[in-house]
């Protein structure tokens, strides 16, 4: 997956799967624990699509995030998939900003 247009629907729809948002959860966990204060800034390179989603939780509401969804990926089906992208949004902020 990247956020060039390659993500299907279908891989959105196992990244939003409650295990799908577990693997990323535990992915930023292990990223903040592994590479400190930079993590975020470090995963760029190695993981854009992470980081571009990391980087669009941290800097937008759940709302704007779904708008930027929508304008990025023109055949995610938002409107049905809306509560999840929600919730992923939320479970991942809390992550981001867990104190550690």
């Known amino acids: 997956m990247d956020k060039r247009g390659t993500t299907t629907v279908s891989d ?5 799967s409650p295990g799908g948002q577990q693997q ?3 992915f930023i966990r292990q990223a903040r624990d592994e590479r400190g204060s930079r993590w ?6 190695e993981f854009p699509f ?3 989603l990391i980087g669009l939780v941290a800097n937008r509401t759940a709302d704007e995030a779904l708008a930027d969804l929508s304008a990025e990926y023109p055949s995610l089906p938002v409107r049905i ?5 929600r919730l992923l949004h939320a479970r991942i902020k809390f992550e981001i900003e867990k104190k550690r």
Do not use: P, T, Y
């Open 12 to 16: 959105w729809l196992r990244l939003l």
């Open 24 to 26: 990323l959860v535990d």
């Open 50 to 52: 992470a980081s571009w």
């Open 81 to 85: 998939v809306g509560s999840q992208i």
């Open 40 to 45: 975020i800034h470090e995963l760029k390179d």
